[in-house]
């Protein structure tokens, strides 16, 4: 199973009738606006997956800002969308799909085996002119999963702490070094973390690099494996952009950090290191 998968090889499947779950996790900073997106246009057959609703718990300084959902949201979840053993899931966002791939990795986490993201999101697929649909959505298809935590390595703040091996932080540089903070306590990064930005293993498009430039790339900064290696972000979305990328290059094993800086900054025992 790969983890993309193109808008021409998702519209030949939905034109065909293939057995696909759609999600599209669409976010926007107002509350309810994700949605009011989604019914103005999404991709045919899609359900609508709300990220910060369905996808994360309740944020606080002890938890993060997108802690793991709790499970009885997750099998709701599920519920609503459908998943079914017998149907792939395919992922989806307004272009950047760092929302996706949260959702790639929550899927993971909780036991769906079957889960891609669509390269590029919804813009390249309207790039693409495959054509999109208005209103509720698909209506979902009858449920037989129900969630099953922990089939992805996951790092709590202790895990990082005692850490020896390989931390990556995959927030944007500026972030990084410290140089600038909106979203939490503090400027910085965890003392010994490397910086892998999530955006550089994308394309300009904000489509996937081959698996080929993202190993050479992550092995210029010593990561050749994903065994001994923990990765980081603000809340944990950037940084299953980074776990999604590394799986796709055959770089699988890494822990996720979930609740990420966003943890880690607002405990004031905790040190901090900044860069030039």
Not at 3 to 13: C, G, M, N, Q
Not at 30 to 43: C, K, M, N, P, V
């Amino acid at each position: 199973m790969t983890v993309s998968i193109a808008p021409s090889e998702l519209a030949k499947s939905i034109h065909s009738g293939e057995k696909t779950t759609v999600l599209a996790a669409f976010w926007a900073p107002i509350e309810g606006a994700g949605l009011t997106l989604f019914r103005s246009e999404h991709i045919p057959t899609s359900l609508f997956c709300d990220p910060a609703m369905e996808l994360s718990g309740i944020p606080g300084s002890a938890e993060g800002r997108n802690p793991l959902p709790p499970l009885p949201i997750l099998a709701k979840a599920f519920r609503s969308w459908g998943l079914n053993t017998d149907r792939e899931v395919v992922v989806y966002d307004q272009g950047r799909s760092l929302y996706a791939s949260r959702a790639w990795w929550i899927l993971r986490w909780a036991g769906i085996p079957n889960v891609r993201i669509l390269d590029g999101g919804f813009r390249k697929w309207e790039e693409e002119n495959h054509g999109h649909a208005g209103g509720p959505g698909n209506f979902p298809h009858f449920c037989n999963v129900r969630p099953n935590p922990g089939q992805m390595p996951v790092a709590t703040i202790e895990d990082v702490r005692a850490h020896e091996g390989i931390l990556i932080d995959a927030r944007d540089p500026g972030r990084f070094a410290g140089r600038h903070e909106k979203l939490d306590l503090k400027a910085g990064h965890i003392p010994g973390a490397i910086n892998i930005p999530a955006r550089s293993l994308l394309n300009d498009d904000y489509t996937i690099k081959t698996p080929e430039e993202i190993r050479k790339y992550l092995a210029a900064a010593g990561v050749t494996s994903g065994d001994g290696v923990i990765v980081y972000s603000g809340s944990g979305n950037h940084s299953s952009q980074v776990l999604a990328a590394m799986e796709h290059a055959g770089l699988t094993g890494a822990a996720h950090y979930v609740p990420g800086w966003s943890q880690w900054s607002a405990n004031p025992r905790n040190p901090v290191e900044r860069s030039a």
